[in-house]
């Protein structure tokens, strides 16, 4: 019998299955999962996590925590399994509706450009933002944040972008700025001005760009609104030359660079990427197989979004196997938004990650969680359940970790910790019983 004392915390999380977290014995957690840590969950069956000021104190055999430690508070996960509260890396949430119209187009066999010429596409979003007032977009965005925080995600990216005005993008960031302030989530701000060219300045592209480098990045900087400079390098819209420079020019405001890159195909934009040491380069469907290698020895994370493919029935995914075993540090997201995948589901991504790009289920949940939080410059702060680190986790109905990916469909959330602090609760039960009877 230790005669060591009890030490008082706030929330004890125990009952569980076991706890995935993704912060194997012995890994450096300071970097991202490469090659075969990827596929280590770090399991600890019967675990518990021990909570207090918002961080995560001790993980263990529950037996082992409930000796050591007085919770304020326990939590049972009722045989569900314990998992990082999932990093989304990669969204945009400030659109005023959703492009139904495209998706039924699509389906019919028309063409992007045809969509486009209908008044669809990218475009009609833009519409949208231009034409909702700050007050509708910013209950828009909460409603959004509720359903990111109902499905698991418990840090969120979020891009500006359609806006594509210096007063319109503005307006955007401002939105997120008042959405994340009174929410649960973690939201981290990037502008993507540069998401397309508006018609209005069509025959005027260096001016455009000019608003950008003279009148938005400045104004951003001074009211703080925005972590990463986003620009969407790819065939039909930014060029390497004008990533190159947009991208300089936000760094000298104190944006740090993110790339979306060689989603349409192959411009290299991901070794641009590499070249200005962007924190990600975002897509890669159509990356460079010397690009590939590259990432091994670069500390630009590869964010994929499986959704996208999918959901516009496009054949081809990112290399996603061939990143893994050169060594690449690869993380996955929704790119959540209206046009082209408009899930907010992290489950249902690493269920095509795994259907269509080949990972497993463990290298899925590391890729959404440890390595997704490195996209976002916070792998040191959240994305694993280890002591120290913020406590953001989230209690599935499940026992089994692979049951995330393979009981597609339903989202198995029962509680979600977000800082510490119980923000989702659920009646359901896991007890051991499997998905399937």
Same mark, same amino acid.
């Given at each position: 019998m230790s005669d060591a004392p009890v030490r008082s915390i706030d929330l004890l999380v125990a009952g569980a299955s076991g706890v995935a977290t993704c912060a194997p014995a012995g890994a450096d957690l300071g970097r991202p999962a490469r090659r075969g840590e990827l596929s280590e969950l770090g399991f600890v069956s019967g675990g518990a996590v021990a909570i207090d000021r918002g961080r995560v104190v001790?993980?263990?055999?529950?037996?082992?925590?409930? /000796?050591?430690? /007085?919770?304020? %508070?326990?939590l049972d996960a009722r045989g569900g399994v314990v998992v990082p509260g999932f990093v989304d890396a990669h969204t945009h949430p400030v659109f005023r509706f959703g492009r139904e119209d495209d998706f039924e187009r699509r389906a019919r066999g028309e063409t992007y450009a045809q969509i486009a010429a209908a008044g669809g596409g990218i475009l009609s979003s833009v519409r949208g933002v231009r034409e909702a007032s700050d007050e509708e977009l910013e209950l828009r965005v909460r409603?959004?944040?509720d359903r990111f925080l109902d499905l698991g995600t418990t840090?969120? &990216?979020a891009k500006s972008g359609y806006g594509l005005s210096v007063r319109d993008e503005l307006r955007s960031l401002r939105v997120i700025a008042r959405a994340k302030g009174s929410h649960d989530v973690r939201v981290v701000p990037t502008l993507l001005a540069a998401h397309a060219?508006?018609?209005e300045w069509r025959e005027r592209r260096g001016e455009f760009l000019e608003a950008i480098e003279q009148e938005l990045l400045p104004a951003v900087a001074a009211e703080k609104l925005a972590q990463f400079h986003d620009v969407f390098v790819d065939q039909g819209f930014f060029t390497i030359e004008e990533g190159r420079r947009l991208l300089r020019a936000g760094e000298r405001f104190g944006l740090r660079p993110k790339i979306h890159a060689d989603e349409l195909g192959c411009t290299r934009a991901t070794a641009l990427a590499m070249e200005l040491g962007c924190v990600s380069a975002d897509h890669l469907d159509h990356v460079a197989p010397e690009?590939? %290698?590259?990432?091994a020895s670069s500390e630009t994370v590869a964010v994929l979004l499986p959704g996208v493919s999918h959901f516009l029935r496009v054949p081809g995914d990112a290399?996603?196997?061939?990143m893994v075993a050169a060594g690449a540090a690869v993380a996955l997201a929704t790119d959540y938004n209206p046009g082209t995948c408009p899930t907010q589901s992290m489950f249902e991504v690493m269920h095509l990650a795994v259907q269509r790009m080949g990972l497993t289920a463990a290298q899925a949940l590391v890729a959404a969680t440890r390595n997704a /939080?490195? /996209?976002?410059?916070?792998?040191? &702060?959240?994305?694993v359940i280890a002591p120290g680190r913020r406590a953001d986790l989230v209690v599935c109905d499940v026992p089994d970790p692979r049951d995330l990916v393979y009981s597609f469909g339903r989202p198995p959330v029962a509680f979600v910790v977000c800082g510490g602090m119980v923000v989702r609760r659920s009646d359901r039960r896991a007890d051991g019983v499997p998905a399937l009877v």
């Open positions: 001790d993980v263990g055999p529950a037996g082992d925590l409930a /000796a050591r430690y /007085a919770p304020r %508070e326990r409603a959004r944040l840090v969120v &990216e060219l508006p018609p690009d590939v %290698e590259r990432l290399p996603a196997r061939a /939080a490195f /996209a976002l410059g916070l792998g040191g &702060e959240t994305g």
